[in-house]
Structure formats: C-alpha cells, structure tokens
C-alpha cells in the first residue's frame, strides 16, 4: 500500500502571507494527488486534482505541484477563509490513501 | 444537482453490526465507483472501501478488511457497507463519496459510535 505523509500538521500564519503544505508519497505517484479542503462539521472539497490542475470554483490563489513522491500545496495570500484543515490523497490505486491533514489557523 | 444521502448510522455494541446506505441521486448512478470514507471525532480523514460501477471489483482499507463489505444495487441507486465485528476504533462519521476525480461529491455523513 502506498503511505502518504504530509506536514507540517499545524501551521499559524497571517492573513496575506504565502502558505506551502508538503505530501510525501511513499512510492512514485506520477501526478495522481489531489488536495481537499475541510471545514468542521463539512465533508471535504476538493481544490486541485492531478497535483496541479485547479478544480473549477476555486480560488486561483490555491495552486498544486509536484510529481512523483514530492508535492506540495501553495496558497499564494492567505484569507481568513482560508482556516480549514488541508487533505492530501493519492489516487494512483487503490487504497487511495490520505495523508494525516494540516490544519492553518490565521493569526 | 448531484446528491448523496447516508442512513443508518447509530450506536453500537463492540462485535456489533450495522448497514449503512447511501443512496444517490442526480447522477447515472451505475457508471460511477462509489466509496466509503470516514473520519473519527478529531481525526483525519480514512479511506475504507470502494467499489466499481458494476460491482464485480472491490477494494477495502486493511483495517476494515474481512470485517466489512461494500456492496451496491444499481436498481436503487444505493451503496452498501456491512460492518461487522466492530470495535471503539470504528468509531467515525461515514461519508460516501464518489471520488472519481476530479468528479467529486459528498454526502453529509452518519455518524457510527460503537461503544458498550
């Protein structure tokens, strides 16, 4: 099975400032990440899938890279509604694992 | 509008067995894999079990393997999970999904608390 290891687990920045949240796969990937949102009390919602590729709807300040065993997510100014826990998942096969999640809090 | 409707949740016994469905509208239901995944109270999110459009292929988590079993029936356009033997770690809300990226949907979630 594929482990996935995200970080940092918690992260406390300010609104405006650039974010990055890192994924780990424990095999090769290729690009099959996706990244998903979670606001307590909701069911996740995705942001970007194939590491890179921006769901429609969301803010173009969310940005994905990476391929292989390295991504990373970006969010290039921080908003306060941007206060969530971030999910990493590959989907490379099955199980589609999930990584431990990081929660950002705004300052 | 895609919807996506779990029932069946509740409290139970360790060893105990539930069946949760889910039952989904506003899709062509039996061209999509369904899954099943859940979060325990404070935790993150676990992928448990997924199964093909047709039901012939399924997949499960190792720690849920052999205990339970996902099953659909297209003329309803209901998914199933048979949890059997469960223990206090089950504990979590159940989400059912449809993770076919990035053609993602959600249901709201029933919550299983196992507990004597």
């Known amino acids: 099975d594929i482990q996935v290891t995200q970080s940092p687990s918690t992260l406390s920045a300010s609104v405006g400032d650039r974010v990055t949240i890192t994924c780990r796969a424990s095999q090769t990937i290729s690009t099959w990440l996706a990244w998903y949102q979670q606001k307590p009390g909701k069911a996740p919602n995705l942001l970007i899938y194939?590491?890179?590729d921006l769901q429609s709807g969301v803010p173009s300040r969310f940005s994905g890279s990476g391929s292989g065993t390295e991504f990373t997510l970006t969010i290039s100014s921080l908003q306060p509604d941007d206060s969530a826990t971030y999910y990493c998942q590959q989907y490379n096969s099955y199980p589609k694992t999930f990584g431990q999640g990081t929660k950002v809090e705004i300052k | 509008e895609v919807q996506l409707l779990e029932s069946g949740g509740g409290l139970v016994q360790p060893g105990g067995s539930l069946r949760l469905s889910c039952v989904a509208s506003g899709i062509t239901f039996s061209t999509h894999a369904m899954s099943w995944v859940r979060q325990a109270p404070g935790k993150g999110l676990e992928w448990v079990s997924a199964?093909?459009?047709?039901?012939?292929?399924?997949f499960y988590a190792d720690s849920v393997k052999g205990r339970f079993t996902i099953s659909r029936d297209n003329s309803k356009n209901t998914v199933y999970l048979q949890m059997n033997g469960l223990r206090p770690e089950d504990t979590a809300v159940y989400y059912c999904?449809?993770?076919?990226?990035?053609?993602?949907?959600w249901g709201q979630g029933t919550l299983v608390t196992v507990s004597s």
């Open positions: 999904a449809i993770l076919q990226i990035p053609l993602d949907y």
């Open positions: 194939k590491a890179s």
């Open positions: 199964i093909g459009g047709s039901g012939v292929n399924t």
